[in-house]
Nanobody, 125 residues
Framework: QVQLVESGGGSVQAGGSLRLSCAASGYSDSRYCVGWFRQAPGKEREWVAHIDGYGGISYADSVKGRFTISKDNAKNTLYLQMTSLKPEDTAMYYC???????????????????WGQGTQVTVSS
């Protein structure tokens, strides 16, 4: 069974930085798709970034140039380095993984099978 556990959320002022981590367990090798999503109060969950089983990376336009996704295959850990944070980045951030055999990624929420419990990021102005 795949499990994803996020950490690293918190409260920062606008312009600050945070790094989120997601420890993954249960995948048989490192060639899997994982990504980050976020959900603000009263809004739908939205895709932020993903990294596929071959290292291919994509970002939502709203975070491009400010957020960096990376994966340490030796530690089975996914990261999201967030810089130049804005109040509109305030949300619960979720780590998500596709099925064990899905090496390529999608920005569709419903294409992800495994979800972490979420970690809160709050950016004040």
């Amino acid at each position: 069974q795949v499990q994803l556990v996020e950490s690293g959320g918190g409260s920062v002022q606008a312009g600050g930085s945070l790094r989120l981590s997601c420890a993954a367990s249960g995948y048989s090798d490192s060639r899997y798709c994982v990504g980050w999503f976020r959900q603000a109060p009263g809004k739908e969950r939205e895709w932020v970034a993903h990294i596929d089983g071959y290292g291919g990376i994509s970002y939502a336009d709203s975070v491009k140039g400010r957020f960096t996704i990376s994966k340490d295959n030796a530690k089975n850990t996914l990261y999201l380095q967030m810089t130049s944070l804005k109040p509109e980045d305030t949300a619960m951030y979720y780590c998500a993984g596709r099925g064990r055999w899905d090496q390529y990624c999608s920005s569709r929420t419903d294409s992800y099978v495994y979800w972490g419990q979420g970690t809160q990021v709050t950016v004040s102005s």
